[in-house]
Structures are given as structure tokens and as C-alpha cells.
T-cell receptor, first 111, second 116 residues
Framework: SQQGEEDPQALSIQEGENATMNCSYK?????LQWYRQNSGRGLVHLIL?????REKHSGRLRVTLDTSKKSSSLLITASRAADTASYFC???????????FGQGTRLTINP | EPEVTQTPSHQVTQMGQEVILRCVPI?????FYWYRQILGQKVEFLVS????????KSEIFDDQFSVERPDGSNFTLKIRSTKLEDSAMYFC??????????????FGPGTRLTVL
């Protein structure tokens, strides 16, 4: 598999429930970033977690990073219909310039 | 809040034609990027640009592609002779410093390129 693989590929939950998305990667990284993309639109940066951090919070978002397992998770608590979007993780190597994106998770929040 | 802007939002062109996609990065940013996303696929890196030159490019970024910062604000991607497989959403991004130094890349809304 390639750098930045998310699972599940698609997730459908009821409004108010929590949504958890996972990302695995292959190489050493400097940081990992999560982005949201509404259908056919641009990428919105959600949160960045550095390789020396284990957990980070931003509003209803919680991101964890386990560098020993080369994996990260994004938790959205108390989901809302407006959270319906695709979510991508992107990894960055130390000193690198490019983001390497995964395939993304399509999240659907049902009212 | 400052944001990256891109024009046009949608470009339709005939195969073999040249297209120029335009971007205005965030004003105090130093690094500029182009990515593309073919429909239903992952976002792929094309090129990064720093200090008025290409600093990194992917295998996708062949001789048909070029980038330029013609003035202090615009950043352009030119495709010289478009192919059907160039149809994609093209995203411009900018960052204050290196992503690998822990900095966020801010993306524009994208230009949807359709090659007929």
C-alpha cells in the first residue's frame, strides 16, 4: 500500500455520533496533516500533528499519532450534517516540501 | 483571514491547446505548490516553487508543464499541449515555510480542467 492510506474508505453514521477515521503510512515523517474536502471543492486544513506529539485537539476534532505503528486517527465528536465530506491524511517527511495524500475517507452524516 | 485564490474555477479546452491556471498565494508565504486530483482519485503533488525556481517536482510534471511567478502576487501553471488525461482538479497551495519543517500548506479552491 502507499503512504497515507485511510480506512474506512466510506463511513456513514447518524448525526450526533462520533466518527473515527484512521490513516496508516510507511516512512518516517516530520508531521501528519488532516484535510477536509467537500464534494468537488477545495481542501480545508483541519489539524497538524508533529512526529513528537501523540495527541492534539481542535474543537470537536481529536487527532492521535502513533509513530511506532505509523498510524494516525481522526475523531470527530458529536457529528453534524455539515461534517459530511471526504477526509484526507497527508504526511510530510522531515525537510520535505510535498504532502503525500491518502485516498481519503468519505464521511456521510445522516440527519 | 487570508486565503489562496485560483482562477478560473472551471476551464474547458480542446486537446492540444495550451492552458494557464492562475493562483494568488497568501501574501507573506514563501513556498508555492501545485497539486492535482483526477476525479475519484487521491491528491497528487506536481511541483513546488521557492525563491523563483522549482525546488521539487514529481514524475507527472514533465516537459508539458511549467510554472512561473510573473509578478509579486501571481503563481501560474501552464500546460503546453493538453491531453485528455490532464483532465483533473488542479489545486494551488502556499506555506510560510517548509511543510517538512512543520508548516501547514493552505490550499486554494481549485480549478477544474476539462480536456475534450
Amino acid at each position: 500500500s502507499q503512504q497515507g492510506e485511510e480506512d474506512p474508505q466510506a463511513l456513514s453514521i447518524q448525526e450526533g455520533e462520533n466518527a473515527t477515521m484512521n490513516c496508516s503510512y510507511k516512512t518516517s515523517i516530520n508531521n501528519l496533516q488532516w484535510y477536509r474536502q467537500n464534494s468537488g471543492r477545495g481542501l480545508v486544513h483541519l489539524i497538524l500533528i508533529r512526529s513528537n506529539e501523540r495527541e492534539k485537539h481542535s474543537g470537536r476534532l481529536r487527532v492521535t499519532l502513533d509513530t511506532s505503528k505509523k498510524s494516525s486517527s481522526l475523531l470527530i465528536t458529536a457529528s453534524r450534517a455539515a461534517d459530511t465530506a471526504s477526509y484526507f491524511c497527508a504526511t510530510v517527511k522531515q525537510g520535505a516540501q510535498k504532502l503525500v495524500f491518502g485516498q481519503g475517507t468519505r464521511l456521510t452524516i445522516n440527519p | 483571514e487570508p486565503e489562496v485564490t485560483q482562477t478560473p474555477s472551471h476551464q474547458v479546452t480542446q486537446m492540444g491547446q495550451e492552458v494557464i491556471l492562475r493562483c494568488v498565494p497568501i501574501s507573506n508565504h514563501l513556498y508555492f505548490y501545485w497539486y492535482r486530483q483526477i476525479l475519484g482519485q487521491k491528491v497528487e503533488f506536481l511541483v513546488s516553487f521557492y525563491n523563483n525556481e522549482i525546488s521539487e517536482k514529481s514524475e507527472i510534471f514533465d516537459d508539458q508543464f511549467s510554472v512561473e511567478r510573473p509578478d509579486g502576487s501571481n503563481f501560474t501553471l501552464k500546460i503546453r499541449s493538453t491531453k485528455l488525461e490532464d483532465s483533473a482538479m488542479y489545486f494551488c497551495a502556499s506555506s510560510p515555510s517548509l511543510a517538512g519543517a512543520g508548516d501547514t500548506q493552505y490550499f486554494g479552491p481549485g480549478t477544474r480542467l476539462t480536456v475534450l
